[in-house]
């Protein structure tokens, strides 16, 4: 059995990029999930192919899973984008890079042969990280049954693996009061910035209403980790929305262009088949006593 699973808004680059960038037909806008009896295969094409294959195989099995960039900085872990018509019109300026990623599989036990979700997650990112493809990440658990694939390496200027520490574990310090939910993330990549000297910005969520602006939450601390505080927030945001019953999950891409980090929540999906056999996709619900 193939599933595709699409991916939507969470990759959109900076404006600057899309007018600049030329199209890339060997990508693809979606990671191919096939299952053959207890084992499944995956299949990614895409600049940052892992991000791609979480972001399906979360939504084949409707999982909850963040994805974290590294710093990526080096010629190993980027290549030019520019426009060939730009360039030649502008000879002297300053071009746009991606990550340089493309093709990259993963075959996998399926859950519903007793592995589970943490060493299923567990394999795919061991397979991404002997396929040549940049960076490394790890695994981490973040809270009971929402786990984070996170960058954990880069390559420098000579070709060689690096360590990273993870920006959204930096302890930070907000008041705590009431606010909006977009105010209130909006303050958590700000003071995130401020403290680590990191570019930050916060990305939209792809919804046609705004479940940010309608949730009051009450949040703050001393020196507690970015990572904890926005775990808060968007789980307090499904919990206490009027209109928006989901999960958000995170994507927290790193543009080289910029040198910043762009924070995209996005709602955590589960594709099912309706009862005339269609392919349909729908949030996964924020779970109520």
């Known amino acids: ?36 009896g207890n084992t499944g295969t995956l299949t990614a094409n895409f600049p940052r192919p892992l991000a791609q294959a979480v972001e399906a195989i979360s939504q084949e099995y409707g999982w909850t899973v963040d994805y974290e960039d590294p710093p990526y900085h080096s010629q190993f872990d980027l290549v030019d984008d520019t426009d060939p018509t730009w360039r030649a019109n502008h000879p002297n300026a300053k071009g746009v890079v991606r990550v340089s990623g493309g093709l990259f599989r993963s075959s996998f036990p399926e859950p519903s042969s007793g592995n589970t979700e943490e060493q299923v997650l567990e394999k795919l990112v061991a397979d991404y990280n002997s396929s040549g493809n940049p960076g490394k990440f790890a695994v981490r658990e973040e809270t009971d049954g929402r786990y984070a694939v996170i960058g954990v390496s880069r390559r420098d200027e000579s070709g060689k693996d690096e360590p990273v520490n993870a920006l959204l574990d930096t302890p930070i310090t907000i008041p705590v009061q009431q606010r909006d939910a977009k105010t209130t993330l909006q303050l958590i990549v700000d003071t995130l910035a401020a403290t680590s000297g990191v570019k930050v910005k916060l990305g939209t969520i792809g919804l046609s209403s705004n479940p940010l602006q309608e949730a009051m939450l009450t949040i703050g601390g001393a020196n507690v980790p970015a990572r904890t505080l926005l775990l808060q927030a968007l789980d307090d945001v499904s919990r206490t929305s009027p209109h928006f019953g989901g999960i958000f999950v995170w994507n927290f891409l790193f543009d080289a262009d910029t040198n910043a980090y762009w924070l995209r929540p996005r709602s955590a999906t589960k594709t099912e088949t309706d009862i005339n056999g269609r392919q349909v996709v729908r949030f996964i619900d924020y779970p109520r006593n």
């Open 1 to 36: 059995m193939k599933r595709i699973i699409f991916t939507c808004f969470l990759f959109g680059p900076p404006l600057l990029l899309l007018a600049q960038a030329p199209t890339k037909p060997s990508f693809k806008s979606a990671a191919v999930v096939e299952h053959n």
